[in-house]
């Protein structure tokens, strides 16, 4: 039984990203904005108990399984947590940490270099108008840079995210006012490589 879903704790400190990512924006961030969907959709779970059993994942890929009249309530709910916890579990206070091993070459493969990367993602994420994401996903087998609006997520059962970038305004703006270029710049400080790497792996291996 997934439901009813517990938010997970913020795997590090709330002020562990600082000077980059704020301590009062963490707070906000983590402790509102997450929690909300958190309890949001565990509310709207309440009244389907056939959708209790499913993981997060199952209710983002298996949208055929959800009822019409809360479907559009319970993907934006679902992907709101999943995405918040992927955003926070991408992040992490060690500087100037590079993408390793398998992880990099595939990335030198797809992008040409790691600064190729970094350019192109953050156009993805400056360009994304209005609030949504940035995204490094595995897509059959390929990586590739993508934006989405709001809380989509680009995962199916040939779909995975690896990376991802929170563009709402309330990720940022407590710091940076309107200034979100400035934020991913200073985001690419922050990426947890040594977590993207372990998750490529694990998607890489098995197809192997
Ligand atoms: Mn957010």
Redesign the pocket.
């Known amino acids: 039984m997934n439901y009813p879903f517990q938010a997970e704790a913020l795997p590090y400190d709330y002020n562990a990203l600082e000077p980059y990512l704020s301590e009062e924006i963490l707070h906000y961030?983590h402790d509102k904005?997450y929690v909300t969907y958190v309890n949001k959709l565990n509310e709207l779970l309440k009244n389907y108990p056939n959708l209790q059993n499913m993981t997060l994942e199952e209710l983002l890929i298996h949208t055929d399984e959800l009822p019409n009249e809360a479907k559009t309530s319970i993907l934006n709910n679902a992907g709101g947590v999943y995405n918040?916890e992927l955003y926070f579990a991408c992040m992490n206070s060690s500087d100037c940490e590079l993408p390793t091993d398998k992880l990099a070459l595939a990335m030198n493969a797809a992008f040409g270099s790691v600064d190729q990367f970094k350019a192109e993602f953050t156009a993805a994420a400056i360009n994304q108008f209005g609030s949504g994401y940035a995204w490094l996903i595995l897509s059959n087998g390929k990586l590739e840079i993508i934006a989405t609006p709001n809380q989509d997520v680009p995962i199916s059962p040939t779909v995975t995210p690896l990376l991802c970038i929170?563009v709402?305004e309330?990720?940022y703006y407590l710091q940076y006012q309107n200034r979100r270029p400035d934020y991913v710049e200073n985001w690419f400080n922050l990426i947890n490589w040594d977590f993207v790497g372990a998750r490529y792996m694990s998607l890489n291996n098995q197809g192997e």
Do not use: E, G, L
């Open positions: 961030h904005h918040h929170d709402w309330h990720a």
